[in-house]
T-cell receptor
Framework: EAQVTQNPRYLITVTGKKLTVTCSQN?????MSWYRQDPGLGLRQIYY???????DKGDVPEGYKVSRKEKRNFPLILESPSPNQTSLYFC????????????FGPGTRLTVT | AQSVSQHNHHVILSEAASLELGCNYS??????LFWYVQYPGQHLQLLLK??????LVKGIKGFEAEFIKSKFSFNLRKPSVQWSDTAEYFC???????????FGKGTRLHILP
């Protein structure tokens, strides 16, 4: 089954404790992206990747890092999480020539206290 | 600046009512346009898309959208809504040569049974 998986689905952590949210897709997609969803602000792109070892900033990259060492994985790293990073995070992937047709993961709800 | 504006943040309708959700975009160039839907507790799914040709596009579950180039609009419509249409709807735009997609802030639709 074609899918995008994220782990963990729920995470509560404390300020400053490094964390990683994993994202994996099994569709051999070139394009992968991270979004955060906040009430009243919709979806905002954090980082995206057009292919292995190619990443670029989205609209709200501050406080986040990503890496794309393998085509299927695109982890999101928060080196020093802060409460304003409490949000619902979505990973998505698509073919490189169809970035409009993104397949979304189930989401990770992160709470930073 | 590239942007997508959705007119209503929250819409409440009774079953069988007609629906129209507004979406306007600002983008310098040729665009592809989309509506995504997020049902409660689920991830985003593509509802319908417009690339070129007939400005009236039909999507899943009886939804349709009309692209009006002169108004930079891509409104979503459904003649008769059902309780199961309760969801959040996101309009999105992507430049035909762009490697990112821009989402609107979303419209929460609540259908009363």
């Amino acid at each position: 089954e074609a899918q995008v998986t994220q782990n963990p689905r729920y995470l509560i952590t404390v300020t400053g404790k490094k964390l990683t949210v994993t994202c994996s897709q099994n569709m051999n997609h070139e394009y992968m992206s991270w979004y955060r969803q906040d009430p009243g602000l919709g979806l905002r792109q954090i980082y995206y990747s057009m292919n292995v070892e190619v990443t670029d900033k989205g609209d709200v990259p501050e406080g986040y890092k990503v890496s794309r060492k393998e085509k299927r994985n695109f982890p999101l790293i928060l080196e020093s999480p802060s409460p304003n990073q409490t949000s619902l995070y979505f990973c998505a992937s698509s073919r490189g020539d169809r970035v409009y047709e993104q397949y979304f993961g189930p989401g990770t709800r992160l709470t930073v206290t | 600046a590239q942007s997508v504006s959705q007119h209503n943040h929250h819409v409440i309708l009774s079953e069988a009512a007609s629906l129209e959700l507004g979406c306007n975009y600002s983008y310098g160039g040729t665009v592809n346009l989309f509506w995504y839907v997020q049902y409660p507790g689920q991830h985003l799914q593509l509802l319908l898309k417009y690339f070129s040709g007939d400005p009236l596009v039909k999507g899943i579950k009886g939804f349709e959208a009309e692209f009006i180039k002169s108004k930079f609009s891509f409104n979503l419509r459904k003649p008769s809504v059902q309780w199961s249409d309760t969801a959040e709807y996101f309009c999105a735009v992507n430049g035909v040569r762009d490697d990112k997609i821009i989402f609107g802030k979303g419209t929460r639709l609540h259908i009363l049974p």
